[in-house]
Structure formats: structure tokens, C-alpha cells
């Protein structure tokens, strides 16, 4: 069991950064492939970015590529996505999730634990 905080949301304005974290419970984290997950206002949930156990693969959403990173720090238990040159149409609240397997996975299914959700508003 595997339970997910996410934490630095906010209202920013486009172009600017914001740093999203999310702090997992349980002393096998370093187990889990890692994703980030969005889901705007009517729209389904969508991925972001995933990062393998070692922190050594990440795959990323065609729509965030060259704009958003994510990270993982194992001795922490975290994991982060590092967002800049933000846009209006990054606004949702933004998911962590956890996956118990050791191969990536770009769809929602593929993950077994999910956090609350944290939100970004960016305003142009």
C-alpha cells in the first residue's frame, strides 16, 4: 500500500514556473514507477510524465516535452515535476500516481495508487 500527498500548486501566470512535489508513504517507493497525471475541467484525466524506479527513463506527454521535468528522489520518498514556460491550457489539477511494476505506463490504468490532486491555474 502506497499512499501519495501532492503539494505546490497554485495561480500563476503564463511563462511563469511552479515545482510540483508529491510525498509517498511506505518504505518500497523505490519499487514504483512514478507518474504524473492532469485532468482539466470536462476533459478526461491525461498523462504528463512517468519515471522509472532508478530515475534513469522518463517519458513524457507530447503536449509538456521540453517544458516540464520530473524527478525522483528515492532516500525522500518523492517525487517532483519541475513546470516552466507554463501555459493557460496546463491549467488542471495535477496527479500523482504510483505504478507496481517495473515498466513504464502512459495510461491511467496502468497505475494502482493515486494522490488527491493538487491544482494549477495558469492565467494568461
Known amino acids: 500500500q502506497v499512499q501519495l500527498v501532492e503539494s505546490g500548486g497554485g495561480l500563476v501566470q503564463a511563462g511563469d514556473s511552479l515545482r510540483l512535489s508529491c510525498a509517498a508513504s511506505?518504505?518500497?517507493?523505490?519499487?514504483?514507477?512514478m507518474g504524473w497525471f492532469r485532468q482539466a475541467p470536462g476533459k478526461e484525466r491525461e498523462f504528463v510524465a512517468t519515471?522509472?524506479?532508478?530515475?534513469?527513463?522518463?517519458v513524457y506527454a507530447n503536449s509538456v516535452k521540453g517544458r516540464f521535468t520530473i524527478s525522483r528522489d528515492n532516500a525522500k520518498n518523492t517525487v517532483s515535476l519541475q513546470m516552466n514556460s507554463l501555459k493557460p491550457e496546463d491549467t488542471a489539477v495535477y496527479f500523482c500516481?504510483?505504478?507496481?511494476?517495473?515498466?513504464?505506463?502512459?495510461?491511467?490504468?496502468?497505475?494502482?495508487?493515486w494522490g488527491q490532486g493538487t491544482q494549477v491555474t495558469v492565467s494568461s
Open positions: 511506505g518504505r518500497t517507493f523505490s519499487s514504483y514507477v
Open positions: 500516481a504510483a505504478r507496481a511494476s517495473p515498466l513504464i505506463a502512459i495510461t491511467k490504468r496502468g497505475y494502482n495508487y
Open positions: 519515471i522509472n524506479w532508478t530515475g534513469d527513463n522518463t
